[in-house]
């Protein structure tokens, strides 16, 4: 079975999207991905500066098949996010864009980004990866 390196993108004021995102993900039993997202318990601490920052998530998002990015409209105000979606534009990487359960508008700032739109629903999220990355 092939396993997909995805970087979860997501806002630390909403950290229950990225726990619920990876039960959707771990939802699937015939579908295998190593996570490279920096969830808020387990941030990158040794970064001092916004540059050094930067530079951590560039090397957790180098190895990655896919960026997942949660398509809130908060997602649109983010510094991090914005800097995630440049760092996967310049490293050429899938980026699909996560419709949070129930949304009626998502980010147009993820909307422009992305790849792919996928519907909040472990199918949806599922197929999308299969569908744009290769392992």
Same mark, same amino acid.
């Given at each position: 079975?092939q396993?997909?390196?995805?970087f979860i993108?997501?806002?630390w004021t909403y950290?229950?999207a990225h726990?619920?995102?990876?039960?959707l993900l771990?939802?699937?039993?015939?579908?295998?991905? %190593?996570n490279?997202?920096?969830?808020t318990h387990?941030?990158?601490?040794?970064?001092?500066t916004? %540059?050094?920052l930067?530079?951590?998530?560039?090397?957790?998002i180098?190895?990655?098949?896919?960026?997942?990015i949660?398509?809130?409209?908060?997602?649109?105000y983010?510094k991090?996010?914005?800097k995630?979606?440049?760092?996967?534009r310049?490293?050429g990487?899938?980026?699909?864009?996560?419709?949070?359960?129930?949304?009626?508008r998502?980010s147009t700032?993820v909307?422009?980004?992305a790849h792919?739109?996928?519907?909040w629903?472990?199918?949806s999220i599922?197929?999308?990866?299969?569908l744009?990355t290769?392992?």
């Amino acid at each position: 079975m092939q396993t997909y390196h995805l970087f979860i993108s997501h806002s630390w004021t909403y950290p229950h999207a990225h726990d619920n995102l990876v039960r959707l993900l771990n939802a699937q039993p015939d579908f295998t991905y %190593k996570n490279f997202s920096v969830p808020t318990h387990n941030p990158i601490v040794d970064a001092k500066t916004d %540059k050094q920052l930067e530079v951590a998530l560039e090397n957790k998002i180098r190895p990655c098949s896919a960026v997942l990015i949660m398509a809130g409209m908060y997602s649109t105000y983010s510094k991090w996010i914005n800097k995630e979606i440049e760092i996967a534009r310049r490293m050429g990487k899938v980026i699909i864009a996560i419709k949070p359960f129930g949304a009626e508008r998502i980010s147009t700032v993820v909307r422009n980004a992305a790849h792919a739109e996928c519907a909040w629903n472990t199918k949806s999220i599922i197929s999308a990866i299969r569908l744009h990355t290769a392992v």
